[in-house]
């Protein structure tokens, strides 16, 4: 069972939430009724999850504004419209693909490399590191510790999904017209090592920003510039890797070609 945050109802009074009330306001009736409408498309606004995805590459702070509302209106951060979830599985099916033909894979190479993609770096790595996160924000960023503001898990898992699209975007699609075309990033010229690792620089860079204004925007929280350091060592060793001609896109060209034979 995953991780989970529930808000407390308030007690019994005037303006106070009856018990069967209460009871649909609990972590665990936020993700049943999540889970539910997976398998409800008509029910999901794929424009709105659009426009979040269209913004997070041009102003993310609006996306983490509409969390903030929806905490006003649903009494929840997280993400209640799977939306978001189906399109980036879309994206992800269509960047493997292009990944495939790229490194000229077969049908069952594509396969096992998008099952690999889905479950291993999107969902798996998701995982880790939005309980990670979950566990790190609730026990040393709040304010003030108290039952009543926490962060919810599934929120911190909407914050990774939030990073993971541009990084996807950025290091599946837009990196591709690079690997065997234009600057050869995946040969050994130092033209194609400093443009792959620069593009893996802007992509974790951007992933590590967009998680920092995920936490940032949470009234509770303090402290939260600290996600932010990764920055310096990140720069550090992006610095080295050009130095001692580490390209990063070859040797993930490598790996994945590796877990699909």
Sequence with gaps: MLPTTA???????????????????????????????????????????????????????????????????????????PAFLVILSIWLCVSTIGFAIVLGMGFVEMLKLFLW??????????????????????????????????????????????AFYPLLVILHFFQLFFINHIFFINSEWFLGCFVGNTVWLIAIGYYIYITFLGYNVLPFLKNTAILLYPFAPLVLLYLLSLGLGWNFTKGLCWFYKFRVQ
Excluded at 46 to 58: D, K, N, P, R
Excluded at 117 to 134: A, H, K, Q, Y
Aim: aromatic residues 16%; glycine residues 4%; charged residues 25%.
């Design 7 to 81: 808000y407390p109802p308030p007690s019994q009074g005037n303006g106070s939430l009856s018990p069967r009330d209460a009871a649909r306001h609990t972590a665990g009736a936020k993700r049943h009724k999540y889970l539910r409408r997976l398998l409800r498309f008509r029910q999901m606004d794929f424009e709105f999850a659009t426009w979040q995805m269209l913004y997070l590459f041009t102003s993310p702070q609006k996306v983490y504004r509409n969390f903030h509302y929806r905490k006003q209106t649903k009494d929840q951060w997280a993400r209640d419209d």
């Design 117 to 162: 993609v889905v479950f291993i770096d999107c969902i798996g790595v998701g995982l880790l590191i939005s309980t990670l996160m979950w566990v790190v924000a609730n026990k040393y960023l709040m304010k003030h510790p108290s039952r009543e503001y926490d962060v919810e898990w599934g929120y911190a898992f909407d914050v990774h999904l939030n």
